[in-house]
Structure formats: C-alpha cells, structure tokens
C-alpha cells in the first residue's frame, strides 16, 4: 500500500466509527421515546457477549492432558470470586487474566 492507500483506509474507517457512535444519538434524540426493542437488547447483550466471551476462551482447553486445564480453571475463579466480591468487571477481568498469565508463564510452563 502506498501512503495515500493508507490515509485514505484510516479516514474511511474513522468515519464510519465516528458515524456509527454518532448515530444513535441523532436517532433517538429529543422526546423521543427509545423503542422497547432497543432497550431490551441494551439489558440482555452484554451478559450475552460475556458468555460468548467465556465459550470462546475456554474452547480449546483439554481438562484430559497436562495441565488438566488448571490455570484456565483458577484464572475463571479468581474472575468468579473477585467480581462477587467487589463487583468490579474490570478489575476481575484484570486480575483474572494476570493470574492466568502468570501461571502459563511461570508454574505450568
């Protein structure tokens, strides 16, 4: 790709997100009323892509050979316990995933 490729890519993407972040706003603006519809997909769609999230994370784990899917096992508790312990998405998320860094990295290498 040449450079005025490359510029000319950048632009056309920044605009469609800045398009579709502004989008709803100019929808829904006003009196309107948010339809019942987009409501409850704003209810049900992050525990939805949180599950999916979790399926696509622990799809390749083998609980029958070494290592027994042990660090993915104690990541996904420290997740579990630490969100009902301080309901706190990002922070378990965090802790989770160094948890489960750092047992692949140093106790299950």
Same mark, same amino acid.
């Given at each position: 790709?040449?450079?005025t490729h490359s510029i000319l890519l950048v632009a056309v993407?920044?605009?469609v997100t800045v398009t579709l972040r502004f989008l709803p706003f100019l929808i829904f603006r006003g009196d309107h009323r948010t339809p019942a519809v987009v409501q409850y997909l704003g209810r049900v769609?992050?525990?939805a892509i949180m599950g999916m999230l979790v399926v696509y994370c622990l799809k390749n784990v083998t609980p029958l050979s070494c290592p027994y899917a042990l660090p993915e096992g104690i990541a996904a508790a420290v *997740? *579990?316990?630490l969100h009902l312990? &301080? &309901?706190n998405t990002l922070l378990s998320i *965090?802790?989770?995933t160094a948890v489960y860094i750092l047992l692949i990295?140093? *106790?299950f290498s």
């Open positions: 790709m040449n450079t993407v920044a605009g769609l992050p525990y *997740v *579990v316990l312990w &301080r &309901r *965090v802790c989770g990295q140093f *106790v």
